[in-house]
């Protein structure tokens, strides 16, 4: 059963208020920046291992500071932890000629060695998604690089495995990627739009029963303060740039 008290109360909170997510992000300084990077350092004790965290291309770099009580880069600075985190900002029209070897060769490495120089130490990656592939090779391509370790969550190593991926892979074979790439081109990269809807498709299920799912979760501030910080997450989307 519903708590009407409990209920009560977030809906209050959601119109008065505007949500009942605690959504400020933990304050930084900024430490280092360059083209397509801005390099903060989490405020906090920095008495730990330093932890370098790197997003994805498309996906805000608030993806690791969703909300207060489920953020990865609080429970670092928690832990007393040096805990860094790379921001590529925003991407236009004039980014149409970056490849990930724009992020290899300059914007990864130049991170990581801030991060290491202003830490004092190697500092150990832990990097979401394609920010995985991307640290991987940036390791594999500059041994001698201040790392301490790679952590990578839910890199898709493999494509083939991507169920998004798999009902187009027969056309994009078929043209020899032209399906893909022609568009892609012609657009400068991916828009953030496009980028959002795809995210969308990979839980189209969630956002269908997403109305139910609030009006059977009206008393439980967590559940709804999560779903807040998702939506933001989804309407800060960045477009994927170059090629």
Request: aromatic fraction near 8%.
């Amino acid at each position: 059963m519903i708590s009407l008290a409990a209920a009560t109360s977030n809906v209050l909170d959601k119109v008065l208020r505007g949500g009942v997510a605690d959504l400020r992000p933990i304050p930084r300084t900024l430490v280092d920046h360059g083209p397509n990077r801005w390099l903060y350092r989490m405020a906090g004790a920095r008495h730990g291992d330093p932890v370098l965290l790197v997003p994805p291309l498309a996906a805000p770099a608030l993806c690791f500071d969703l909300r207060r009580g489920c953020s990865l880069a609080e429970h670092f600075v928690s832990q007393g932890r040096a805990t860094y985190l790379v921001d590529y900002g925003s991407v236009s029209f004039s980014d149409r000629g970056l490849g990930i070897e724009h992020w290899i060769d300059e914007v990864l490495p130049q991170a990581i060695r801030a991060a290491s120089k202003d830490a004092g130490k190697p500092v150990h990656v832990v990097a979401w998604c394609l920010g995985g592939i991307l640290s991987l090779l940036t390791a594999a391509d500059q041994a001698g690089l201040p790392i301490a370790s790679i952590t990578t969550v839910a890199s898709p190593i493999d494509f083939t495995a991507i169920p998004l991926v798999a009902p187009a892979r027969p056309l994009i074979e078929l043209t020899n990627g032209w399906l893909l790439t022609g568009p892609y081109r012609l657009l400068g990269g991916a828009p953030r739009q496009l980028v959002r809807w795809a995210f969308q498709l990979t839980s189209v299920d969630k956002y269908v029963t997403k109305p139910l799912a609030i009006m059977t979760h009206l008393d439980d501030k967590e559940f709804l303060a999560q779903i807040e910080a998702v939506d933001r997450f989804m309407e800060n989307m960045v477009a994927y740039p170059g090629r």
